[in-house]
């Protein structure tokens, strides 16, 4: 769908050179093929380097098989024979500026650097994928958002903000910035008490949304079919959110409840 969209949308002439020995263009043909059916403004040439080592430098090829989108004014690499790569590659050249995601660190939140299983390293590279830039900020160090940021995360953090964080968020939404908060379980350890946020509750409810302090347990057979009792969803309404997620299964592990009440005023006024 998105592919269809973003080359079917071509208003100016692009062109695709795909760098490699002239015996292998055949296997790269089929997928060039579909999306030279999409557009008439787009142009694959299939360039053999050692044939035309002058195109090859002009258009910045470095080795066989690389690929290179050109609009004439920009230039950007696909890293690979795939949609996504391709596709990718088309939305960048004729991007006219970067939008950046960037995540709060500092307070225990999920980490960008982090591989593991809570970590975000997988999110940084989707992100990355479908062109977003990331970045980590803290607002520790400098109670402020920066301005290159196109939307923030709070993503989970164990302790609480203080208030000059919190009130750069408040500023960041006051002049039209997007932010998503993200509420972890509050879990009571021996020594500490993780995901006890409330100035972040608080900041959240003035929105209409209050995130309760507990851990949402399901009892159904379906939790119990997977061997735990964290909530299931089997089926999902129509929405573009959960378009690619039909006839999956999804297992909220430890998920922490929100009451939304009736949007104020200033509910989704973004």
Not at 40 to 65: C, F, H, M, T, W
Not at 142 to 160: F, H, L, M, S, Y
Not at 251 to 256: A, D, E, G, N, Q
Request: include cysteine.
């Amino acid at each position: 769908e998105q592919t269809e969209k973003v080359v079917g949308g071509l208003k100016t002439d692009l062109n695709i050179y795909y760098f490699d020995n002239q015996g292998k263009f055949e296997r790269a043909r089929d997928l060039f093929d579909r999306y030279k059916n999409l557009s008439s403004k787009l142009n694959i040439v299939y360039v053999d380097p050692d044939k035309k080592p002058d195109l090859a430098q002009v258009e910045g090829a470095r080795q066989l098989g690389d690929i290179i989108v050109d609009n004439g004014k920009k230039r950007e690499t696909a890293k690979s024979l795939t949609e996504e790569e391709l596709t990718g590659a088309i939305v960048r050249v004729n991007k006219g500026g970067s939008k950046t995601v960037c995540f709060v660190e500092g307070s225990g939140e999920h980490a960008l650097a982090d591989t593991q299983r809570e970590g975000y390293s997988t999110v940084k590279e989707a992100l990355e994928k479908n062109n977003y830039k990331t970045q980590a900020i803290s607002l520790l160090e400098k109670p402020e958002i920066p301005k290159d940021c196109t939307i923030v995360i709070v993503g989970g953090p164990k302790r609480d903000y203080l208030e000059p964080a919190i009130g750069a968020l408040k500023t960041f939404l006051a002049a039209g910035g997007k932010v998503i908060l993200e509420f972890d379980p509050v879990l009571t350890l021996r020594e500490q008490k993780l995901g006890d946020t409330p100035g972040l509750v608080k900041l959240a409810s003035e929105w209409g949304v209050t995130a309760n302090p507990d851990v949402v347990l399901d009892l159904g057979s379906a939790s119990q079919m997977f061997g735990q009792l964290s909530p299931v969803a089997t089926k999902y309404e129509s929405h573009p959110i959960v378009r690619v997620m039909g006839g999956n299964a999804t297992v909220f592990t430890l998920s922490r409840s929100l009451d939304v009440k009736a949007p104020a005023e200033k509910l989704f006024s973004t």
